[in-house]
């Protein structure tokens, strides 16, 4: 069972809605204080370097299904559609990030 809902509701019910938003807080601090002790830093030197295009291409592709997912709210029961422009946007970010996997990168 998910413990998130339950403790949600029960702050909502208790304290009111805002403090919903403290729930994270003490995680958060259990968290900021294990991991340093935990898990072990390491320096790899043939480790892979950041790709900057990929997550450029992450970023652009989340961007326009958040896009996407507002407006259709918008959209739903009209015929419009998303105009051309943004549609050949999100296909040239797809073959973007598929000539990349593809490319070994």
């Known amino acids: 069972m998910a413990l998130g809902p339950t403790l949600g509701g029960l702050l909502a019910s208790w304290f009111g809605w805002r403090w919903i938003f ?3 807080v003490p995680f958060c601090l259990a968290l900021a204080l294990a991991v340093p002790r935990l898990v072990a830093e ?3 030197p043939d480790g892979h370097p950041l790709d900057p295009l990929g997550v450029a291409l992450l970023t652009i592709s989340l961007g ?3 896009d996407a997912l507002l407006r259709r709210g918008r959209l739903i029961g009209r015929k419009s559609r998303l105009p051309r422009r943004q549609r050949r946007g ?3 970010v797809r073959l973007a990030a598929i000539a990349q996997s593809a490319s070994g990168a």
């Open 22 to 24: 403290y729930a994270n």
């Open 42 to 44: 390491t320096n790899d």
């Open 64 to 66: 326009l299904a958040i």
């Open 90 to 92: 999100g296909a040239r």
